[in-house]
Every structure is written in structure tokens, then in C-alpha cells.
């Protein structure tokens, strides 16, 4: 069975903030690049945008269109019978302010979730 992974609605938008001290205004604004998933397993996922939130209009045996995972272990032999799924989101902050630019690549934020895997199985076509 794919399991679909994403960020929640509205946290992969740019986000802007000015300051000002004695006249002189800077402004920052970091932009999500990718989504480093560490699936719990040994697997990762690299996803260069938010993913797909799963719903029911989707076929529950459909794979997500852009950022999805299939465990091949069930996790009862897990610390706690469950994986700890981490997610990484990488950031570039563009700044300007006194007639200056600049960038600050690679700000990482980090996320993590137990996720219990009950069982997987293998189907066999021919």
C-alpha cells in the first residue's frame, strides 16, 4: 500500500519579514526548497515541492503524483512498534536592506512523527 507524505496546507509559501533599526530597513524572505522524509526503515524520500495530501478522491491503492513511500517491513520489530518518520525542510533566505543583498542557503527545519506500519503483504501477478 503507497503512503502518501506532505507538509500541511500553508507552510510551503514563502514567508517575508522586515525590520528596521535607525532608519535602516532590511527584508527577509525564505523560500521551502526541498523536503528531505527519512522514513523510519532506512528509506528517504526527496520531495521538491509540498506533496499531495491524500483524500478520498483518490483510489486507496493509488501512489501520490509527487511525493509518496512503500514500506516493505511492517514495524512491530520497532523501538515501540513504530517508525519515526522525520521530515527535513531545507530553506534559502534571499535579504536586502543599506543597499545590500545576499542569500543564506540551507536553513533546515525538522519534524518528526511516530507511524505505525501493521502489516504488509505481496501480491503475486503473472
Given at each position: 500500500m503507497p503512503t502518501w507524505i506532505w507538509v500541511e496546507d500553508g507552510t510551503w509559501e514563502p514567508v517575508s519579514v522586515s525590520a528596521a533599526v535607525k532608519g535602516v530597513k532590511v527584508t527577509a524572505t525564505a523560500r521551502p526548497q526541498k523536503a528531505l522524509w527519512s522514513m523510519g526503515e532506512g528509506g528517504s524520500v526527496v520531495c521538491r515541492g509540498p506533496g499531495t495530501p491524500y483524500s478520498d478522491t483518490y483510489s486507496p491503492k493509488?501512489?501520490?503524483p509527487d511525493c509518496g513511500y512503500t514500506y516493505r517491513r511492517a514495524s512491530?520489530?520497532?523501538?515501540g512498534k513504530a517508525y519515526s518518520?522525520?521530515?527535513q525542510v531545507t530553506w534559502?533566505?534571499?535579504?536586502q536592506g543599506a543597499g545590500q543583498t545576499g542569500v543564506v542557503?540551507?536553513?533546515?527545519?525538522?519534524?518528526?512523527?511516530?507511524?505505525?506500519v501493521d502489516e504488509v503483504q505481496t501480491v503475486v501477478t503473472r
Open positions: 493509488a501512489s501520490s512491530l520489530s520497532a523501538p518518520v522525520s521530515v534559502d533566505v534571499e535579504w542557503p540551507g536553513l533546515v527545519m525538522t519534524a518528526e512523527q511516530q507511524l505505525v
